[in-house]
């Protein structure tokens, strides 16, 4: 009347149907995320210094229109040729922003193909430069912008 019955567990396909995570696998993961995560903690300082390098430029660029808007307030005429500005720091405090910046203005005659020329014909350009150290390494970097006056 009564049959036994035995049900035969197959512990390979039991293996196959588990869910979930082995200790394994989580330990290979976690190892995975950290070195990502690693790689992406790198990154930060050096794009902190090259973030700082732009603030630079933009300052150092900034500081050349100054310059420039300054001269060209003066008068084609109020304007001497050379070396007006040598170059030099623009502020003596080491605690200023500015100390790191360091600026040169020169004027120079240009002729009717806007080359340098020796000779007055009622075309100056001015030129200037500003230097500042760089973040990301130990050279100096610098931007030159440059604007032509005229007499007419």
């Known amino acids: 009347m009564f049959k036994k019955s035995f049900i035969k567990i197959d512990k390979n396909n039991l293996r196959q149907h588990s869910a979930g995570f ?9 190892m995975i995320l950290m070195v990502g995560l690693f790689a992406v903690v790198q990154i930060f300082p050096l ?12 300052t150092a660029s900034n500081l050349a229109v100054a310059k420039i808007e300054e001269v060209i307030s003066l008068g084609y ?10 170059k030099q720091r623009l502020s003596s405090d080491p605690t200023d922003f500015y100390y790191a ?11 009717s193909n806007f080359n340098v020329s020796a000779n007055d014909t009622g075309l100056k350009k001015i030129t200037v430069t500003v230097f500042w150290p760089s973040t990301v390494g130990t050279s100096e970097k610098s931007t030159q912008l440059s604007s032509a006056i005229s007499d007419f």
């Open 101 to 111: 910046f360091q600026r040169q203005t020169i004027v120079e005659y240009l002729d």
């Open 77 to 86: 005429d109020n304007i001497s040729t050379g070396t007006i500005e040598a």
């Open 22 to 30: 082995t200790i394994i696998e989580a330990a290979i993961a976690t």
């Open 47 to 58: 794009s902190l210094k090259i973030t700082g390098d732009a603030q630079r430029l933009t």
